[in-house]
């Protein structure tokens, strides 16, 4: 059974930082190409981050500079470090495991971006 379990989410103030976890099980994890993705309140689901199996990373242009994904093979995780959090950050926050045609995905984490 695969299951992705997201973690870290919660109320920051603007400016502030946050690290999501997602640890992965029941997949190689190693062969995964793992993203994160966001969804506020009446939008659709983005994409923010993705670091491949070899370790390349990619990140949307809101977030450069401000967010750095990472992956630990030996742990099956994948983190996101989010610093320098503005409000429009605000969503909730998934990751994803895609190879081929397998691609799975978390329940989701709710970050919050407030004063």
């Known amino acids: 059974q695969v299951q992705l379990v997201e973690s870290g989410g919660g109320l920051v103030q603007p400016g502030g930082s946050l690290r999501l976890s997602c640890a992965a099980s029941?997949?190689?994890?190693?062969?995964?190409?793992m993203g994160w993705y966001r969804q506020a309140p009446g939008k659709q689901r983005e994409l923010v981050a993705g670091?491949?199996?070899?370790?390349?990373?990619r990140y949307e242009e809101f977030v450069k500079g401000r967010f750095t994904i990472s992956r630990d093979n030996a742990k099956n995780t994948v983190y996101l470090q989010m610093n320098s959090l503005k409000p429009e950050d605000t969503a909730v926050y998934y990751c994803?495991?895609?190879?081929?045609?397998?691609?799975?995905w978390g329940q989701g984490t709710q970050v919050t971006v407030s004063s």
């Open positions: 670091i491949s199996s070899g370790g390349s990373t």
């Open positions: 029941g997949i190689a994890f190693s062969v995964y190409f």
């Open positions: 994803k495991a895609d190879f081929g045609y397998h691609n799975y």
